[in-house]
T-cell receptor, first 112, second 113 residues
Framework: DVKVTQSSRYLVKRTGEKVFLECVQDMDHENMFWYRQDPGLGLRLIYFSYDVKMKEKGDIPEGYSVSREKKERFSLILESASTNQTSMYLC???????????FGPGTRLTVT | ELKVEQNPLFLSMQEGKNYTIYCNYSTTSDRLYWYRQDPGKSLESLFVLLSNGAVKQEGRLMASLDTKARLSTLHITAAVHDLSATYFCAVVLYGGSQGNLIFGKGTKLSVKP
């Protein structure tokens, strides 16, 4: 089975801090995704990557950046965390030309 | 812009009853996913529907896809408490970036004894 792991299940950070969320997959997938999930809004795509060092903006990239230096690892970076970035963050991965079907356990981030 | 609408967003039903969740989407797509999410947990894939008329069943859940009507349904038969969860449909953005899924807002299902 594909395994997608995320570095933290719960994270509490202060406004203005730089925050790193890490995601690792073990199935040699080309595509990796970061979503955020908020009540009443469903899942929204922040960024995705289709290859090492390649990235594309999703629907809500503002306030976020990403890094993909190795195929198995995709990092989401909040340069200066704000309270409106309090959310559940879900990482996912898939093979090229296949829609994502493998989600990580999620990181619940609280920014105070 | 692809929009995905689910209804209802909240569903409270009694055990043993049947009900259907609807998922409408606004532009052409040829792949639709249904996911289940338990509170505090990640998404679990239930079904992938790949063609017009596709029907898949797993236990008390049955999903179907009508690409001409741009509609998918998730039918629940004789509901049991264990089915309480939030259900999401997601549609692949046709011609869009590789593997980009657009999600509905989810249907929160509560099955009561």
């Amino acid at each position: 089975d594909v395994k997608v792991t995320q570095s933290s299940r719960y994270l509490v950070k202060r406004t203005g801090e730089k925050v790193f969320l890490e995601c690792v997959q073990d199935m040699d997938h080309e595509n990796m995704f970061w979503y955020r999930q908020d009540p009443g809004l469903g899942l929204r795509l922040i960024y995705f990557s289709y290859d090492v060092k390649m990235k594309e903006k999703g629907d809500i990239p503002e306030g976020y950046s990403v890094s993909r230096e190795k195929k198995e690892r995709f990092s989401l970076i909040l340069e200066s965390a704000s309270t409106n970035q309090t959310s559940m963050y879900l990482c996912a991965s898939s093979f090229r030309d296949r829609a994502t079907n493998n989600f990580g356990p999620g990181t619940r981030l609280t920014v105070t | 812009e692809l929009k995905v609408e689910q209804n209802p967003l909240f569903l409270s039903m009694q055990e043993g009853k049947n009900y259907t969740i609807y998922c409408n989407y606004s532009t052409t797509s040829d792949r639709l996913y249904w996911y289940r999410q338990d509170p505090g947990k990640s998404l679990e894939s239930l079904f992938v529907l790949l063609s017009n008329g596709a029907v898949k069943q797993e236990g008390r859940l049955m999903a179907s896809l009508d690409t001409k009507a741009r509609l998918s349904t998730l039918h629940i038969t004789a509901a049991v408490h264990d089915l309480s969860a939030t259900y999401f449909c997601a549609v692949v953005l046709y011609g869009g970036s590789q593997g980009n899924l657009i999600f509905g807002k989810g249907t929160k299902l509560s099955v009561k004894p």
